[in-house]
């Protein structure tokens, strides 16, 4: 294979205007995968060790300074993938992500730049030593990834937790350059092998459990309305069955197991088995779309849940909402209690308010979060569980038993639902991408292969 020509390696502790540069040359052959690298200082610390390390395996460009923005970075990126490359790494943001809105724009103007099929960003390590808080700037790159299929976000942050990875809170140490090494030459592999299942962090979830608990299966909703079993769970009719052509926004199965409802953002409830229909908001002009329905498994009855927190209770009773409450952000969704008699409301911002007889035990509502919290599951004995986004998982009463970051997984999908295993002591969260993942004694019955352009919007358990 034939190594890239290398113009230039200034091999030096972080000195102003310092940088390291390698070209690509002409590649050797078709199937030598080209990777550039722009970064600001942050990445400069590792120049030298990825030198090394990529120069052998790829068609490799280096290409960072200090004092850098996001800004400048587009014109970069711009130049040296004139033609296109087959994986961008960026480490940018440092200097200019202390307001989300100015950085976005410069993201998607170097995104908008980039002619690669793969772009690597990585997320900025937060320390309070730094300049910038960079949790908003990191949420918008999350953000970003969400709209373009090219883009992953690789955590550096949640990886570089040790003290001796950096010196100052930020720029490299030995150890902390051959550790972000590693993960970028992770996260490569895993673009250029577009293996969803790919790890580059460290694997912290607890060990599984040794009793699986018992259960038929489960269910998942598509956003064309199409109900796709797993495992041994029937199949009762959908909304592409019955032709409704609606959006579905959530699901939910008969204490029975024998059939289920599918509210659509419009508030039509739908019933397939032997699900029983109470009423709905299809005669009302909402004031915004619903996103959940709930159900007691001690009643027949449902409540939901629309965008602007307003809940509406049909067989079971309304127990209050946040209406007379001024919120930091909106409510999101609504977990009952077993009883039925009670509920809790569920903010985007993990807030976590009470109602009847369901009890308080903790909210994230004064954390700072990687991303924005989607719902709640609770478990019989009324502790429960919150869960983000990005599969984070924030346990308040109930026991820790894992979350999708903590697989290590390079590429974290996005999470849509949570459900609960029979014992509580267990738990199932669905990607996006027909994926299901299992904690706990949660059965791994795996997940879905959706048709092209779909993507799950809520998952029921039998």
């Known amino acids: 294979m034939k190594r890239p020509r290398q113009l230039a390696i200034i091999a030096a502790a972080l000195v102003a205007s310092t940088t390291i540069v390698s070209a690509i040359a002409d590649r050797a052959d078709a199937t030598t995968p080209s990777v550039a690298v722009v970064g600001d200082s942050v990445i400069l610390g590792a120049g030298t060790e990825m030198n090394d390390r990529f120069d052998a395996d790829f068609d490799f460009t280096f290409d960072a300074a200090e004092s850098r923005s996001t800004l400048t970075g587009a014109s970069i990126v711009g130049s040296l993938t004139n033609t296109e490359v087959d994986v961008l790494v960026v480490a940018l943001g440092h200097n200019d992500a202390g307001n989300a809105d100015i950085f976005r724009a410069r993201a998607q103007a170097l995104l908008d730049a980039a002619n690669a099929r793969n772009i690597i960003w990585l997320t900025m390590r937060r320390d309070p030593r730094n300049t910038f808080d960079y949790t908003p700037a990191n949420q918008v790159l999350r953000e970003l990834a969400a709209s373009d299929g090219r883009m992953t976000v690789t955590d550096w942050d949640s990886t570089a937790r040790d003290s001796n990875l950096t010196w100052d809170g930020l720029h490299l140490t030995g150890a902390g350059a051959a550790l972000m090494t590693d993960l970028v030459e992770s996260a490569i592999e895993a673009a250029l092998t577009t293996d969803p299942t790919a790890t580059c962090r460290p694997q912290t979830n607890p060990a599984p459990a040794t009793n699986v608990a018992t259960g038929d299966g489960y269910w998942i909703l598509d956003n064309a309305g199409e109900i796709h079993p797993v495992g041994e769970v029937e199949h009762h009719g959908d909304l592409i069955t019955q032709s409704t052509g609606s959006f579905p926004a959530s699901m939910r199965a008969t204490p029975s197991g024998d059939g289920y409802w599918i509210v659509d953002e419009n508030g039509e409830v739908h019933t397939f088995g032997d699900a029983e229909f109470k009423g709905d908001m299809r005669a009302v002009e909402l004031n915004a779309p619903i996103r959940?329905?709930?159900?007691?498994?001690?009643?027949?009855?449902?409540?939901?849940?629309?965008?602007?927190?307003?809940?509406?209770?049909?067989?079971?009773?309304?127990?209050?909402?946040?209406?007379?409450?001024?919120?930091?952000?909106?409510?999101?969704?609504?977990?009952?209690?077993?009883?039925?008699?009670?509920?809790?409301?569920?903010?985007?911002?993990?807030?976590?308010?009470?109602?009847?007889?369901?009890?308080?035990?903790?909210?994230?509502?004064?954390?700072?979060?990687?991303?924005?919290?989607?719902?709640?599951?609770?478990?019989?004995?009324?502790?429960?569980?919150?869960?983000?986004?990005?599969?984070?998982?924030?346990?308040?009463?109930?026991?820790?038993?894992?979350?999708?970051?903590?697989?290590?997984?390079?590429?974290?999908?996005?999470?849509?639902?949570?459900?609960?295993?029979?014992?509580?002591?267990?738990?199932?969260?669905?990607?996006?991408?027909?994926?299901?993942?299992?904690?706990?004694?949660?059965?791994?019955?795996?997940?879905?292969?959706l048709p092209d352009g779909r993507t799950v919007v809520d998952m029921a358990t039998s």
């Open 292 to 449: 959940r329905l709930e159900t007691p498994e001690s009643q027949s009855g449902y409540w939901l849940v629309a965008a602007d927190g307003g809940v509406f209770a049909f067989g079971v009773e309304f127990h209050g909402s946040t209406g007379a409450i001024v919120l930091k952000a909106p409510v999101i969704s609504l977990a009952s209690t077993a009883d039925g008699l009670g509920y809790w409301l569920v903010a985007s911002d993990g807030g976590v308010f009470t109602f009847g007889t369901s009890r308080f035990h903790g909210s994230t509502g004064a954390m700072t979060l990687n991303a924005a919290v989607i719902d709640m599951a609770v478990r019989p004995d009324g502790t429960y569980w919150l869960y983000a986004h990005d599969g984070g998982v924030f346990s308040f009463g109930a026991p820790f038993l894992g979350s999708v970051p903590g697989l290590g997984l390079c590429q974290l999908p996005e999470t849509v639902a949570m459900r609960v295993s029979s014992t509580g002591d267990g738990y199932w969260l669905a990607a996006a991408d027909g994926r299901v993942f299992a904690f706990g004694d949660a059965a791994d019955l795996g997940g879905v292969e």
